[in-house]
């Protein structure tokens, strides 16, 4: 059984051959025409799956289905990208489209997120969880929910926003409007926020240099600063750390998951990221002196290819 | 069909008897040995339903089960209170208690905000609604939640604790051990600690006449003051207002619910309430300019009875 996975992104389309097991045999991309008019990114990706099915040497007829993941607002169940952030697409009836070119495969559509939730409970550290959450903490902050093995989007597939649930009343403006949201506090966009803000209040920190190095002030900087020992970065880091672990247990104290799953660019941090999230959970979520069980707080397994293998568990 | 449904409270036990449309037949109450062995508040349950079956001339035969709804953290599936704030109930095991009693009657229990939701959605204003999150605004903040049609517990029966979301990141303390939760805003508690600072900023205003003759400062006190004009009292109404606005919010975007239903003390201010509940909502909602379902927030519907009700809607 082979599935195709789309992974749309604002710079680039990523898509893969993937089979039963979550190999991917073969994987191309594209850049992401975000400002053109959806037909003219559609043919780009019909172009990608056709290239894809001819590397391989597959027919379409060998393809259960294709998946795709995309950031935004999406209707998984009409077939449709209601909207996105970064790219050019309000109202995109998006299955529609690929069943044009491609009439008789499944296509199934669902938010990045929620995508890279399912992806992996079918291929990766969850597969043997029943309820998990798992965070991005990338530009943005996005939640992706399964209850009972099964993906949960709201009601016309409108929630599952944990990214814009507030955490600090009248604080930091967010891009939905709020102020305060978990995004505006946990996203690697904060986090540089955050870092930038201790730049200037401390002239003598490593961090400076750290980011001369690189050339700019980035997720890494105020991480990397801390592990040599620099004060000023250790206060971000330790005060990012308790926004992201607010959050989550936020979201544990609503769902209870068995897993959370922290994924995004700012997960490759790792260890000094993990380790402090789940002291935090162990000691802030709700009832644990009660023997509920314990909600563990891991880094997401797929990384790189998360995008991928997420939207094609989204055909199984 | 009749069931018999048990609200225990901190101060009193209620019971009723009631028949499958949701009419309470007869009720009755007897005050709560909060501090004593369970076993002896569980003697005094059981006299209590023979009382209600004896005045209703119904023999245990009759009756297709009974449900309690009960504050705290409640393992519906094990049919044991795990622990309650107010009760001296820790890992009691009352299904087991009450079938030594009534050995072959249906015994069901949760959490009385998750059974208040499911009465409102067998018996109240939330009939046809599939996606409902119940808030009661009392002593705590509870939340009951219903996902297409179904109580959703959390894994282990230990989720669904909406009150225990930090709003305000290193805010007010909050008796789950975290600071800055919904219940540390938006409780009867936290209006009545939000009137005595602004009382104490305002030596003029009106909350004090309105305290003074009651006895008391207390949830109505500033809504009664804002009511009449008064600025003080006005703007303790309006961030409070905004803090239960932000709370609920927050549900929504990960919910998505067609309805949210405020319940608990608070809630009989009415339209003054609500009406501002639902404008914050239309205004601050995630993504409501792509043609998203509306979110509705209206007053619950069972009031005085919603105990005894979403007990024993627990049997249904």
């Known amino acids: 059984m082979y ?14 051959i993937v089979n039963e097991n979550g190999d991917i045999l073969f994987k191309l991309s594209v850049g992401t025409k975000a400002t053109s008019d959806y037909k003219i990114i559609v043919s780009d990706i019909v172009e990608l799956i056709n290239k894809l099915l001819s590397i391989s040497n597959k027919d379409v007829g060998d393809i259960e289905g294709i998946g795709f993941g995309i950031p935004g607002t999406i209707d998984s169940k009409r077939g449709v990208i209601v ?39 079918k291929f990766g550290l969850a597969k043997d969880v029943k309820n998990l959450i798992f965070v991005t903490l990338g ?3 996005g939640t992706g929910i399964i209850i009972d093995g099964k993906l ?14 507030v955490i600090c009343v009248d604080g930091e403006r967010c ?26 209040k401390n002239p003598k920190t490593r961090m400076i ?40 247990v936020n979201l544990a104290n609503i769902f209870r998951p068995e ?32 023997g509920n069980p314990r909600v563990l707080v891991q880094k997401a397994s797929l990384t790189n290819d998360a995008g991928i293998l997420g939207a094609a568990s989204l055909i199984l």
């Open 83 to 121: 909207y996105s952030n970064n790219i050019n697409f309000v109202d995109v009836p998006i299955v529609e489209a690929m069943h044009e070119y491609y009439p008789n495969v499944k296509v199934a559509i669902n938010n990045d997120a929620n995508a890279a939730a399912l992806g992996e409970t």
């Open 3 to 16: 599935i195709i996975g789309i992974d749309i992104g604002g710079m680039s389309v990523k898509g893969g």
């Open 152 to 165: 949960f989007e709201g009601n016309g597939s409108a929630g599952a926003e944990g990214g814009h649930t």
């Open 209 to 248: 240099s750290l980011a001369n190095q690189k050339g700019k002030i980035s997720g890494r900087t105020a991480f990397l600063a801390a592990a040599e020992g620099d004060k000023a970065a250790r206060e971000v880091v330790d005060k990012y750390i308790q926004y992201v672990g607010e959050g989550i």
């Open 259 to 290: 897993l959370i799953l922290i994924g995004g660019g700012i997960s490759n941090e790792g260890d000094a990221l993990i380790l402090p999230l789940q002291e935090f959970m162990d000691k802030k979520c709700y009832g644990m002196i009660n």
């Open 175 to 200: 891009s939905c409007g709020r102020r305060g949201c978990f995004e505006a506090y946990a996203s690697a966009t904060a986090l540089v926020r955050q870092t930038k803000a201790a730049i200037d």
């Open 139 to 141: 530009t943005g902050v």
